[in-house]
């Protein structure tokens, strides 16, 4: 079975196969080191950790770049506001973001290339495409010009003929509306000299835009044509549809074969996004003493396009499946084996061993099932504790258990959360789960108006440590300092 990925550009399921056999070169849009990201962020950044664990699984050589935006409009607004340089705003941000990254079970990716450190890459392309005539200057920045690059719009479908030819944008971030010639090189403005964002070059001072950023990073680490990009739905219109405008024009070669977006993490049925403050941090779920493979199972349960509503209801069952699957495999592993089995006994784990792992590759291999690839571990653990509990005191054999436990890992090896170490809990998982069943209790009381109930429920909580802050995204919970 082919492995097949739906990809963006065609909109279609295709076959992987990548430019060089055995070799796969991925980019993934990192973050913008402005905030700290929050488990919206943290969903596409774990699928395309997910994703190279599976292309590894398949036996893939994968060189993973992902980088870090320490340069744009949202890090120099920031550095400007808190009066320090860009790189001392950006600095913590990427601890931070490591730290997130460490906790979740999130590989480092082989580069994490800073933009910052790729600037004379960038000034070389905007040359590039200068001579080419698919850039002009206006005014000390410069432009793609839009009309001399018939393929513009293949990766996102605009309506190019609704653009305004010759008009430009020079935001970073902008709609589908505004399909116009966007920056590439932006002139020096006064806080940009002030938080040391400015480069020289022929166009005069100046600093990138954000979409050439990427072009850069990925060309420089991967070469002009690579095989898979990733990166969050939001970004196909307008970044990574500059991207193959500014990589493509520059180099007049395809620039990636597959494109592959995530769906949004939502939260109450909206967008978590910094910019409307509807968000989780790890951190904000870790102090209510949520452990961070709850995080991960939760992301897994829903296929990677689809989007995934994130509820207290959902991370409960999800540490209960982790707990579950976690328990079957540590019993296995410590249930006595015998390298000279009872010959009476007939070793039944092997057929479901070799059926999980056909099942979790097929799966996998349909664009990354991991709600049918979950499926088929909980049916080795069924089978697992079914055996388990038929040898009773008796040994196992030998050969049995670690077929077994080879399967529990190698399928771990992807999914990543049974053997993640959850760190040290602040808070007890019992009192985590009470206090979202009680303040469940004081949501419904309040709704029908019985507010003595919830003001008892109130004072419940408070008696067991725990301070209770309504928000406008609902009740939020913490242990008392
Ligand atoms: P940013 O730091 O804002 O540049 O975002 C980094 C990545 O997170 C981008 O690939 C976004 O597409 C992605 N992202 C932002 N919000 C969410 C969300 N709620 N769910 C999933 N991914 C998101
Ligand atoms: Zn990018």
Same mark, same amino acid.
């Given at each position: 079975m082919p492995l097949r990925f739906y990809n963006t550009l065609t909109r279609r399921e295709e076959?992987?196969?990548?430019?060089?056999?055995?070799?796969?070169?991925? !980019?993934?849009?990192g973050p913008t080191v402005y905030a700290p990201p929050h488990i919206g962020n943290m969903r596409t950044f774990f699928f395309s950790d997910l994703l190279r664990r599976y292309l590894e699984f398949r036996g893939y050589e994968v060189k993973f770049v992902m980088n870090l935006t320490d340069v744009d409009d949202k890090t120099i607004r920031g550095a400007l506001r808190d009066g320090v340089s860009l790189n001392e705003y950006t600095e913590p941000f990427i601890d931070d973001l490591f730290h997130n990254f460490d906790q979740l079970g999130i590989r480092r990716a082989d580069v994490h290339p800073r933009a910052t450190h790729y600037v004379p890459q960038m000034i070389d392309i905007i040359r590039r495409l200068q001579e080419r005539g698919l850039a002009y200057e206006a005014e000390g920045s410069v432009y793609f010009d839009i009309s001399e690059f018939p393929a513009y719009g293949q990766l996102s479908k605009v309506d190019v003929s609704a653009g305004r030819r010759g008009e430009r944008?020079?935001?970073?971030? !902008?709609?589908?509306?505004?399909?116009?010639?966007?920056?590439?090189?932006?002139?020096?403005?006064?806080?940009?000299?002030?938080?040391?964002?400015?480069?020289?070059?022929?166009?005069?001072?100046?600093?990138?835009?954000? @979409?050439?950023e990427c072009s850069a990073m990925s060309m420089q680490e991967l070469g002009e044509s690579f095989d898979l990009h990733v990166g969050g739905v939001d970004l196909v219109f307008p970044h990574h549809e500059d991207e193959i405008a500014q990589s493509e024009g520059a180099t007049g070669k395809p620039f990636v074969k597959y494109w592959l977006h995530g769906e949004f993490l939502l939260l109450e049925g909206d967008k978590m996004a910094k910019s409307t403050g509807n968000i989780f941090n790890l951190q904000d779920l870790v102090e209510r003493g949520v452990k961070p493979s709850s995080v991960r199972y939760l992301y897994l349960t829903a296929h990677y396009r689809s989007k995934l509503n994130f509820t207290f209801e959902g991370l409960a069952a999800s540490?209960?499946?982790?707990?579950?699957?976690?328990?079957?495999?540590?019993?296995l592993r410590e249930h006595p084996a015998a390298r000279d089995p009872d010959p009476a006994d007939t070793p039944t784990? @092997?057929?479901?061993?070799?059926?999980?792992?056909?099942?979790?590759?097929?799966a996998m291999d349909e664009d990354l099932n991991t709600s049918v690839a979950l499926a088929a571990l909980h049916r080795l653990a069924g089978a697992a504790n079914a055996r388990l509990e038929e040898l009773g005191a008796r040994p196992i054999s030998h050969a049995e258990q670690a077929a077994a436990l080879a399967a529990f890992e190698r399928m771990d090896a992807v999914f990543g959360f049974i053997g993640l170490a959850d760190g040290e809990s602040q808070v007890d998982e019992g009192l985590a789960t009470w206090v979202e069943e009680r303040i469940a209790a004081r949501q419904a009381a309040r709704k029908s108006r019985d507010f003595a109930t919830a003001d008892a429920i109130r004072d419940e909580i408070a008696a067991r440590g725990v301070v209770v802050e309504d928000t406008p995204m609902g009740a939020r919970w913490s242990l008392a300092s």
């Amino acid at each position: 079975m082919p492995l097949r990925f739906y990809n963006t550009l065609t909109r279609r399921e295709e076959e992987f196969v990548p430019l060089e056999p055995g070799k796969v070169g991925m !980019y993934t849009c990192g973050p913008t080191v402005y905030a700290p990201p929050h488990i919206g962020n943290m969903r596409t950044f774990f699928f395309s950790d997910l994703l190279r664990r599976y292309l590894e699984f398949r036996g893939y050589e994968v060189k993973f770049v992902m980088n870090l935006t320490d340069v744009d409009d949202k890090t120099i607004r920031g550095a400007l506001r808190d009066g320090v340089s860009l790189n001392e705003y950006t600095e913590p941000f990427i601890d931070d973001l490591f730290h997130n990254f460490d906790q979740l079970g999130i590989r480092r990716a082989d580069v994490h290339p800073r933009a910052t450190h790729y600037v004379p890459q960038m000034i070389d392309i905007i040359r590039r495409l200068q001579e080419r005539g698919l850039a002009y200057e206006a005014e000390g920045s410069v432009y793609f010009d839009i009309s001399e690059f018939p393929a513009y719009g293949q990766l996102s479908k605009v309506d190019v003929s609704a653009g305004r030819r010759g008009e430009r944008v020079a935001a970073d971030e !902008y709609d589908r509306e505004d399909v116009r010639d966007f920056v590439l090189w932006k002139a020096a403005k006064p806080e940009d000299e002030q938080v040391g964002a400015v480069w020289d070059t022929q166009w005069g001072p100046g600093r990138p835009g954000w @979409h050439i950023e990427c072009s850069a990073m990925s060309m420089q680490e991967l070469g002009e044509s690579f095989d898979l990009h990733v990166g969050g739905v939001d970004l196909v219109f307008p970044h990574h549809e500059d991207e193959i405008a500014q990589s493509e024009g520059a180099t007049g070669k395809p620039f990636v074969k597959y494109w592959l977006h995530g769906e949004f993490l939502l939260l109450e049925g909206d967008k978590m996004a910094k910019s409307t403050g509807n968000i989780f941090n790890l951190q904000d779920l870790v102090e209510r003493g949520v452990k961070p493979s709850s995080v991960r199972y939760l992301y897994l349960t829903a296929h990677y396009r689809s989007k995934l509503n994130f509820t207290f209801e959902g991370l409960a069952a999800s540490a209960e499946a982790v707990r579950r699957l976690r328990g079957t495999r540590n019993r296995l592993r410590e249930h006595p084996a015998a390298r000279d089995p009872d010959p009476a006994d007939t070793p039944t784990l @092997h057929t479901a061993v070799d059926e999980a792992l056909a099942a979790f590759t097929a799966a996998m291999d349909e664009d990354l099932n991991t709600s049918v690839a979950l499926a088929a571990l909980h049916r080795l653990a069924g089978a697992a504790n079914a055996r388990l509990e038929e040898l009773g005191a008796r040994p196992i054999s030998h050969a049995e258990q670690a077929a077994a436990l080879a399967a529990f890992e190698r399928m771990d090896a992807v999914f990543g959360f049974i053997g993640l170490a959850d760190g040290e809990s602040q808070v007890d998982e019992g009192l985590a789960t009470w206090v979202e069943e009680r303040i469940a209790a004081r949501q419904a009381a309040r709704k029908s108006r019985d507010f003595a109930t919830a003001d008892a429920i109130r004072d419940e909580i408070a008696a067991r440590g725990v301070v209770v802050e309504d928000t406008p995204m609902g009740a939020r919970w913490s242990l008392a300092s």
